[in-house]
């Protein structure tokens, strides 16, 4: 069992969903109970589109990256760029950067995609000699990397630079990764976070699985039909120290039982689970909130609505809120940290939006409405396909 670990600041943090761009957009969807979802109007030829439901953030196709950063544009790193530009967060970033110096703040990002979708796109406009567009032609695009580079670049850092793929795990594991290259000396803060955007392979892939409901995803409801995606870009700043709001505790497991199926009894989950609250130095009764992985999918939400019931008491407020933004994959871990984090700033605790009638597996725990009240604790679980599970515990600060 893993030991309690010294909790770090979160200085700065924000997320651009489908409910709009930044936390106010995020927090008045929550409040309200209103889903951003809409029937799918994403990618060429129309009448090729999946009859489905997706969480789609306007504005993307709008954005302009500044001259120094062009040769990066791609729809996932304009994306990202409208992300930085919320909530003061670039201008909190840079700060960081001058207070250690730009070596010493790493760069941790998740994506499940990255910038493929502009890899799909340069295929359709091959030239007749066999090249990509010219705007596409760097190198820096088309590599799954392109997204830590280009936050790098963006702000000016030359910290360590990773950037993780493991599923819908991915952006919740920079939190670890964090906390380890800061324990280990080797950097004062870091830039954390995760952008996925739309593309084909993520579309049509999901759906080659079966795993893409035709309506708006119902996460715990006993007539889920799938899961509805989505797609976000969301960041945190974290620096050594205690403050109003801190990381407490993460677990990771990778149980490994199938592809894309979680294990039957929960096995990886509920290490994750053991490990966050052992180095958090919690017990489960004192979690407050917790925001689910929630997928929709048949066996994730059973697997996990019964690792809950098992293990928290019935006053835990537990809710998905895959309904609001739709899974954002690779950036579902950092969006639903926000949520979290915002659950311990405002006390709202929001419900499961889109759910009428909760499979008989859910425990009370698992809430449809939102509530407010006190959050001294919140949970987060981000469960990935191949068993890639992760688990984060934030908590109000002495100074909160």
Not at 201 to 219: H, I, T
């Amino acid at each position: 069992m893993p030991q309690r670990i010294p909790p770090l600041k979160i200085s700065a943090f924000t997320a651009t969903t489908a409910l709009g761009t930044g936390k106010a957009a995020l927090l008045e969807g929550l409040e309200q109970s209103r889903s951003g979802l809409r029937a799918n109007d994403f990618g060429e030829p129309a009448e090729q589109r999946l009859a489905t439901f997706i969480g789609r953030v306007d504005g993307v196709e709008d954005v302009t990256l500044p001259p120094e950063l062009a040769t990066w544009d791609c729809r996932n790193n304009r994306l990202a760029w409208k992300g930085l530009n919320a909530d003061g967060f670039i201008e909190a970033a840079r700060a960081a950067r001058e207070r250690y110096g730009a070596h010493r703040v790493a760069v941790i990002v998740g994506t499940s995609t990255s910038s493929i979708g502009d890899t799909e796109l340069a295929y359709t406009q091959i030239d007749a000699e066999g090249r990509f567009p010219e705007r596409m032609r760097h190198s820096e695009l088309h590599t799954t990397h392109s997204l830590g580079l280009f936050v790098a670049a963006a702000l000016g850092l030359e910290g360590p630079n990773e950037t993780l793929s493991t599923a819908c795990s991915s952006s919740a594991k920079v939190f670890a990764s964090a906390e380890r290259l800061m324990r280990l000396g080797l950097i004062d803060a870091a830039v954390v976070g995760g952008v996925d955007t739309l593309c084909g392979s993520v579309l049509f892939g999901f759906n080659s699985l079966e795993l893409v409901s035709n309506k708006p995803c119902q996460p715990f409801d006993v007539d889920r039909g799938g899961i509805s995606l989505g797609e976000a870009a969301g960041f945190a700043l974290l620096e050594r120290g205690t403050g109003p709001l801190e990381l407490l505790g993460y677990g990771e497991a990778s149980d490994a039982h199938h592809m894309s199926t979680p294990h039957p009894e929960g096995a990886g989950a509920e290490r994750a689970l053991n490990d966050a609250l052992a180095r958090a130095g919690l017990a489960p009764d004192a979690i407050d909130y917790i925001n689910m992985h929630g997928t929709a999918s048949a066996k994730n939400d059973e697997v996990e609505a019964a690792l809950v019931a098992r293990r928290f008491p019935a006053r835990t407020h537990a809710s998905s809120t895959k309904g609001f933004t739709g899974h954002t994959l690779g950036a579902a871990g950092i969006v639903e940290a926000v949520v979290s984090l915002l659950a311990l700033e405002t006390g709202l605790m929001p419900g499961t939006v889109n759910s009428v009638t909760p499979d008989p597996v859910c425990g009370p725990q698992i809430r449809l409405q939102p509530a407010k009240g006190e959050v001294r604790y919140a949970l987060s679980n981000s469960f990935g396909f191949g068993g890639n599970n992760c688990a984060l515990i934030f908590g109000k600060g002495a100074a909160a």
